[in-house]
């Protein structure tokens, strides 16, 4: 609240003040202005942080004099108001202005952000130079080229890392001037990472001898599968027509409870093979199957040395995921999976029979599972869901890609060929700008046919067939046609011109021979082939 001072003098008429301004810095200081009146007289300020002290001495016309003192001004802007001398109709007026205080201030002393690569911007005020220094456990996943400067106002911004690990971390982030000299901290939180860079589904192994990977986790993220108490191989199978027995890829297998870890052995004697690999609730290979994982073994397979660009600009593998060859030979043919699961299930060396696995029988079927197939799927990867997906879950190869991907690290499902979109396709997936003339149809092989470029054989696809949802089994193998799952959902546009999602809206890469049907819908509990596309 302002002060009003009320003194007196000894003579009407004369009212005269020392000085007309005063110029304060940001802290608190005491002025004095020597007053001269003839008569009472007061004294008031403008505002609340100017205070007024004055003193009365009896023994002259300028014996009088008036103190003003100001709270500090912790803003960095100037600010300014009057103090007002009155004596009846006489006035006089002091202007007062205070300086800001030299230094800065920081808005957000901390800032949450997501797990994503970014910038991040710190909005400062300041009216003086200033230095950022961010702290050394920060500095390998926080940067920034912020340069010392003085302007008014300022965003500086930090460059941070994607976060791969599953722990929150926090930078500390530390800002110092020239006059003050103290430090403000500003720290940058930044949640767990949702992508577990370090994990897969599928493992692709290109030597024999001991493997291991971290089974804690699901898929490649950090959702835990719960307590592991073992492991054991569950199937295994050359891709051919050849009988397996247990062990006869994968001779031993073991969960390390300690690290979390599964260490596995392939045999030195074998050149390639597929397996899974699962952990269980119990001891021994007993109780509940908490999580899967698909061990896909080529001897000397680097699958980036031998992947190809396609027309759309993206990377193929040269092979179906889990196929032992990329050439014309039965171990072409690779796995089969239904749309959205990430264990395989086995498909055909030869018409006439399925692929032998290391167990007493290749699958199971069951005709319908409700309500929670997801997790029926989870524990027990070898049986084939008749109603699989009857919840239309569009997130399994979508959204929750990295949670149900079955490809290897660093690969991921094609998009498909076309997307429908408010009444017309586009041709955006990563299939785009391939057509039928791409492929070799008029070869004379049932077995498959080369997607071709330029008249050059790039790629062979097998017509490893599909498997039914109403029954499980395998059909249209070696019958001139293939079937290739992409992870795009397409909406089935009814008579209304209306998107709908259905059953039959899961889309799937397809050529058959002399045929120009290059993608079409089906029902995710279909069993198809998948051609893993770089990420």
Known sequence: MALLVILGCSKPGILEV?????????DTIVQRVDVSCTGEWRASSSVPWCHIVSTFNPHGISAAYVEIQCDANLDLTERSCVVSITSGDLSSQISVTQAGKQGFIIKSQSIDISSDEQDVK??????????????????????SSFETKAVETADIVFHVKRNTSGLTRTASIVFSDDYNFYDQYVSINQEAGKVNDDAANCYLVSSSGTHSFNALYKGRTYESIGAPKS????????????????????SSCHLNEGSGDIEYTIRSDVKSGNAIIAAFSGEDGTGDILWSWH?????????????????????????????????????ANGLLYQWGRKDPFPGKAFSDNTVPISTSSDFDYVKSISPN?????????????????????????GSDIGLYNPCPKGWTIPKGLKSWNKGKYADDGDWSGITTRNFDQFSGKISGIYYKENGNNISWYPTSGRRLSDSGDIEWFGNQSFFFWSQTIEYVMTGTYTNVFGTNSYSYYNITFGDYTQDGRAASANGFSIRCVKE
Do not use: H
């Open 18 to 26: 020392s000085q007309s301004s005063l110029s304060f810095s940001w």
């Open 122 to 143: 710190i909005p400062i005020e300041y009216n003086t130079r200033f230095y950022v220094r961010i702290l050394d456990e920060s500095k390998d996943w926080v940067s």
């Open 231 to 250: 492991a054991k191989v569950i199937w295994e199978t050359f891709n051919e027509d050849t009988p397996i027995t247990e062990g006869a890829l994968i």
């Open 295 to 331: 061990i896909w073994y080529i001897e000397g397979y680097d699958a980036e040395a031998y992947s190809e660009k396609y027309l759309s600009g993206r990377v193929f593998m040269d092979r179906n995921l889990g196929a032992l060859s990329a050439d014309d030979t039965p171990k």
């Open 373 to 397: 197939d997801i997790e029926y799927s989870i524990q027990n990867p070898l049986t084939f869901i008749g109603n699989w997906n009857e919840a239309k879950n569009a997130d399994l190869w």
